[in-house]
């Protein structure tokens, strides 16, 4: 992130966690269904 101004660091921060949280929520519901 060297070069990009700190709001664009955090809204890609900010993607990661949203992406991991939804894989997340979809493994404990598969595991729910099975």
Do not use: D, E, S, Y
């Not at 939804?22 to 598969?30: F, H, L, P, V, Y």
């Amino acid at each position: 992130t060297a070069g990009k101004p700190p709001k664009v660091a955090l809204v890609a921060i900010m993607r990661k966690l949203i992406t991991a949280l939804n894989a997340m929520i979809r493994n404990k519901q598969k595991w729910a269904l099975a």
